[in-house]
T-cell receptor, first 116, second 116 residues
Framework: ETGVTQTPRHLVMGMTNKKSLKCEQH?????MYWYKQSAKKPLELMFV???????ENNSVPSRFSPECPNSSHLFLHLHTLQPEDSALYLC???????????????FGPGTRLTVL | AQTVTQSQPEMSVQEAETVTLSCTYD???????LFWYKQPPSRQMILVIR??????QNATENRFSVNFQKAAKSFSLKISDSQLGDAAMYFC?????????????FGKGTKLTVNP
């Protein structure tokens, strides 16, 4: 596969469930991102990883827990979510050069999450 | 903090006609990047065009071009010879060039409908 892939594409979970979203990039990038896209709102950056290290946590509640085991994979672990967390979760990747912010971000297709 | 405003929630255009989507932003920085992303109904976010603020020349990609007015902090997207496949949500985004920050700030988007 090429580009940025995300699984699952759709997920329905209860508030007491624990689930994980997976993102994989095949572009040789070293930076990965999680975004939340809710209806009628701009995309919200959640987390940024550069070289597997988390460099940004945009005041995201602790019920969302990211994991980046290597520069190609990114996970978002979910537990005790709320109905208002229902949204499209987008993963993106880019090539990051230390000290510069120069490269374009490439997005995956997203996971449509519904919390009941 | 930087903000991005897209004042047109929805736009429509006839096939083969030209349409312009508007975007304004607010920043105190002198150097930055601006992007237009397209999100078709399948949800994969795709880069349409990007502009470096230090470049006076407007970026062009085939039928897509921008009108970048730095002093006015305006970054509009012109789509020429519109095609049915251009129907999508279009997002304007801003990114700083300051080292250590990969944060993209998005507008709320403009839904473009192309009428046959």
């Amino acid at each position: 596969e090429t580009g940025v892939t995300q699984t699952p594409r759709h997920l329905v979970m209860g508030m007491t469930n624990k689930k994980s979203l997976k993102c994989e990039q095949h572009l040789g990038h070293n930076a990965m991102y999680w975004y939340k896209q809710s209806a009628k709102k701009p995309l919200e950056l959640m987390f940024v990883y550069n070289f597997k290290e988390q460099t940004e946590n945009n005041s995201v509640p602790s019920r969302f827990s990211p994991e980046c085991p290597n520069s190609s994979h990114l996970f978002l672990h979910l537990h005790t979510l709320q109905p208002e967390d229902s949204a499209l979760y987008l993963c993106a990747s880019s090539h990051y050069t230390t000290g510069l912010a120069t490269d374009t971000q490439y997005f995956g297709p997203g996971t449509r999450l519904t919390v009941l | 903090a930087q903000t991005v405003t897209q004042s047109q929630p929805e736009m429509s255009v006839q096939e083969a006609e030209t349409v312009t989507l508007s975007c304004t932003y607010d920043t105190s920085e002198s150097d930055y990047y601006l992007f237009w992303y397209k999100q078709p109904p399948s949800r994969q976010m795709i880069l349409v065009i990007r502009q470096e603020a230090y470049k006076q020349q407007n970026a062009t990609e085939n039928r897509f071009s921008v009108n970048f007015q730095k002093a006015a902090k305006s970054f509009s997207l012109k789509i020429s010879d519109s095609q049915l496949g251009d129907a999508a949500m279009y997002f304007c985004a801003y990114r700083t060039t300051q080292g250590g920050s990969e944060k993209l700030v998005f507008g709320k988007g403009t839904k473009l409908t192309v009428n046959p």
